[in-house]
Nanobody
Framework: VQLQASGGGSVQAGGSLRLSCAAS????????VAWFRQAPGKERDFIGR????????QYGDAVKGRFTISRDNARNTAYLQMSSLKPEDTALYFC?????????????????RGQGTQVTVSS
């Protein structure tokens, strides 16, 4: 299974970006998908997760009210809509899929983890 995050870039504070996480797997609709980010020298942050049926969507405290996670199972793709971006949101963003148990806010709890996409927010 390959997960490919895309849509990153440079944006000014207050701006928006939408990231995509495309999965090369036919049973994507059976997986929970989570988003994480990591800035240089900092711990990995849990951004949020969305269950297979989109009924449960959870967010990390740092992004609540600003970021929105969604998915389109027909396209094998999950999305992260980011608004009101701040310089402290600058990080490498990546997605993970197929929760295997344990802490859902830890990237190691997911079977598949993709390459990241860089987001840089300038003040």
């Amino acid at each position: 299974v390959q997960l490919q995050a895309s849509g990153g870039g440079s944006v000014q504070a207050g701006g928006s970006l939408r990231l995509s996480c495309a999965a090369s797997v036919s049973d994507f609709n059976t997986y929970t998908v989570a988003w994480f980010r990591q800035a240089p020298g900092k711990e990995r942050d849990f951004i949020g997760r969305i269950t297979q049926d989109s009924i449960t969507i959870q967010y990390g405290d740092a992004v609540k009210g600003r970021f929105t996670i969604s998915r389109d199972n027909a396209r094998n793709t999950a999305y992260l809509q980011m608004s009101s971006l701040k310089p402290e949101d600058t990080a490498l963003y990546f997605c993970a899929a197929h929760f295997a148990g344990g802490n859902p806010a830890s990237s190691t709890s997911y079977v598949y983890r993709g390459q990241g996409t860089q987001v840089t927010v300038s003040s």
